[in-house]
């Protein structure tokens, strides 16, 4: 049971970083989206991983014991530390981009949430009940925006090209899985998300049909984020999250 739980915690913390981080990247376009009802709905994503991610960081602290806090699992580990995904911490060439990574995200978390509503552990399975609404409607939003995108302009319909080329050699690693996990999947606790790979890709797949874009063969893969070894970018990401924490430490509002 220690084992598991164990396990438990670093998957929980792992699924939180892919969250916190995407959810910063998000947060970034506040006061800069091209147009007013973005600059809405963007922060407001951005809110909901965030908010997922606290979730999932306060249950893996308190399967700890109390060791750490939210905070402590958020903002005061060092890069090595985290297990996001590379995808996630990829920066925000234009608004292609960053609509494409989102989606590619959502697509992925919707299956993984709808299976985990069955978790053998009702605490993660609660979770999953709130999340898998809110990823829907990311799902939604992001995709209409690929398909305008892409079937748009000369010039969206490249930059959204563009976008695939660059992000789709990172959608690989959401379907890895620590061999460490494995013990979790056998209980039921989370799903096997090589499983949930079909279902990603049946969403991938029908938007880029309407967009008008291709998924492309990717022959060398990019990895590495989920065994804590991440991109220069990542990095200054990092110092900009946790300046407050590592400029105030133990501030509180």
């Given at each position: ?19 916190l ?30 908010g997922q ?14 060791q ?7 903002y ?23 609509m ?20 053998t ?14 990823i ?5 939003h992001?995709?209409e ?13 490249a ?27 056998t ?13 990603w ?14 998924v ?33 430490p133990?501030?509180?509002?």
């Amino acid at each position: 049971m220690a084992g598991n739980n164990t396990q438990l915690v670093s998957m929980l913390v792992q699924i939180a970083d892919d969250h916190l981080i995407l959810g910063h990247r998000l947060s970034e376009w506040c006061g800069h989206a091209p147009m007013l009802e973005e600059d809405l709905s963007m922060p407001n994503m951005a809110l909901d991983l965030i908010g997922q991610a606290r979730q999932l960081y306060t249950l893996a602290a308190e399967l700890e014991g109390g060791q750490r806090t939210e905070d402590d699992l958020a903002y005061l580990r060092s890069d090595r530390e985290y297990r996001n995904c590379l995808l996630v911490e990829k920066g925000n060439v234009d608004f292609a981009h960053t609509m494409l990574k989102q989606f590619y995200f959502a697509a992925f978390m919707k299956p993984f949430w709808q299976q985990s509503l069955n978790s053998t552990h009702k605490a993660f399975a609660a979770i999953a009940g709130k999340a898998v609404k809110e990823i829907s409607y990311h799902i939604r939003h992001c995709g209409e925006w690929i398909i305008r995108l892409g079937d748009g302009t000369e010039e969206s319909a490249a930059r959204t090209r563009a976008a695939v080329a660059e992000l789709h050699p990172y959608t690989q690693e959401l379907f890895w899985m620590d061999p460490r996990h494995r013990s979790l999947v056998t209980s039921g606790v989370i799903p096997d998300v090589s499983l949930i790979a079909s279902d990603w890709q049946s969403t991938v797949d029908r938007v880029f049909r309407e967009a008008r874009l291709s998924v492309p063969d990717v022959e060398y893969p990019l990895s590495g984020g989920r065994e804590g070894r991440h991109t220069e970018e990542f990095g200054l990401l990092l110092a900009e999250l946790q300046y407050m924490q590592r400029t105030y430490p133990g501030a509180q509002w």
